[in-house]
Nanobody, 128 residues
Framework: QVQLVESGGGLVQAGGSLRLSCAAS????????MAWFRQAPGKERESVAA????????YYADSVKGRFTVSRDNAKKAMYLQMNNLKPDDTAVYYC?????????????????????WGQGTQVTVSS
């Protein structure tokens, strides 16, 4: 049974940094694409960043480019999201997701429906 557990969320002031972690368990990890999504109150879930199983291919939403960095450690079955220069608009529940297969997405950007496994989410709150 595949499990994903996020950690590292919290309350931070605008301009601050947080590092989210996603720990995976259950079966083979290294062959699948992974992604971070987020959902703010009253808004749809959106993809934030994604990374292929080798780490060679990554995706970032325009709103986080230059501020967020996604990485993974297949030996540790973990994925990370380093978030710098945080803004109040980054406030959301952040979800770790895993997609069967090596491709980050079959669309222009990762969408929820193509990711098969999800964590419970971790809250990130950025105060102004």
């Amino acid at each position: 049974q595949v499990q994903l557990v996020e950690s590292g969320g919290g309350l931070v002031q605008a301009g601050g940094s947080l590092r989210l972690s996603c720990a995976a368990s259950g079966d083979t990890f290294s062959s699948d694409a992974m992604a971070w999504f987020r959902q703010a109150p009253g808004k749809e879930r959106e993809s934030v960043a994604a990374i292929s199983w080798t780490g060679a291919n990554t995706y970032y939403a325009d709103s986080v480019k230059g501020r967020f960095t996604v990485s993974r450690d297949n030996a540790k079955k973990a994925m990370y999201l380093q978030m710098n220069n945080l803004k109040p608009d980054d406030t959301a529940v952040y979800y770790c997701a895993r997609r069967r297969g090596t491709l980050i997405t079959r669309h222009q950007y990762p969408v929820s429906d193509e990711y098969n496994y999800w964590g419970q989410g971790t809250q990130v709150t950025v105060s102004s």
